[in-house]
C-alpha cells in the first residue's frame, strides 16, 4: 500500500478503484494505527479464533482492533446528513477523518483525500465497512431517524463523468475481479448517454494470476474486453505476474523518468459537491 501511497503523492495516479477490502480493511485500518503481522507458519485457524485472531493467507489482525474499524465507520456514518452517497463521497469523509485523528502519514484514503484523487469501491460493504454501516442503519431505522445510504449507481455515473471529461485515458490494473470491469464499462455507459465520440482507453494494462481458461472476470483478455468497445486492441499487456514482485519495478521505471515532476494535477473528486 506505501508504493500506492506515494504514487498518489507524486501526481501518478488520477483516479483509484478497488476492493473495500483494500481500502478499508487495509489501509484505513492502519490508518488509525492497527498492524498487520505474518508468521511463517499458520497455525491452527480453530486456535487462532479462540485467540480472536483474523488470518488472511499469511497475514493476521486483531480481531478487536478490527471491530475499532468497524465502529469508526459507524461514527463517520452517523456524523453524515442522512442521504445518498457514492463510494466515492464516503471515503472522501474517511480520508478527512484520518487527517484529523489518523495515526499514519502514508495512508492512501488519507493522501486521496489531501490531493483530490477520487477512489472508488463499487463493492464497498463487502469489508470490515459492511459491518459498521449496516450497524448505522439498523439503530437509525429502531430510532425512527432517517439513515444514510450508498449509491452504487453513482459510483458509476460519477466515475463515467470523469472518462468523458478526461478525454484520453489509460488503465493500469492489479488483479481483476469489480474494479477492473467497472472502469472498462464507463467507455460503454458514456457511449448510452449520447457521447458517442468518447475514447476507448487508450491503453490498458493488466497484472494478474488468474488463469484464462475459465473465462471468469479477473483473467479475461484485455483483447476480450476490446471487443465491447472499452480498449484499444493495439496498445494492451497482459501480464501474468505476482504483483508484490512487478509493481515495485513498474512505479520505480515510472518515477525516475521523472515525467511527473511537470504533469498537470488532474484533481478529479473537484468535480464534485461532496
Known sequence: MDLYAELIRNNMVDVVIATGATIVDMDFFEGLGHKHYQALEIP?????????????????????????CDFTINKIANSLEPRAYSSRAFIREMGKYLQEHGKKDNSLVKLAYEHDVPIFCPAFVDSSAGF????????????????MVLDAIADFRELTDIKIKAGTTGL?????????????????????????????HKYAVQITVADVRDGACSSSTLQEAASWGKVNTGIEQMVFAEAGSVMPLLASDAYHRGHWKARAKRGWAKLFAA
Open 44 to 68: 491452527d485457524d480453530d486456535t487462532l479464533r479462540s485467540l480472536y485472531i483474523d488470518r488472511i493467507y499469511d497475514t493476521y489482525i486483531d480481531e478487536e482492533q478490527l471491530q475499532d
Open 172 to 200: 493500469l490494473m492489479i488483479g481483476g475481479g469489480v474494479p477492473k470491469n467497472f472502469i472498462q464499462d464507463t467507455v460503454v455507459c458514456a457511449e448510452i448517454l449520447g457521447h458517442e465520440d468518447v475514447e476507448v
Open 132 to 147: 459498521g454501516l449496516v450497524k448505522h442503519q439498523v439503530d437509525r431505522a429502531k430510532e425512527g431517524q432517517p439513515y
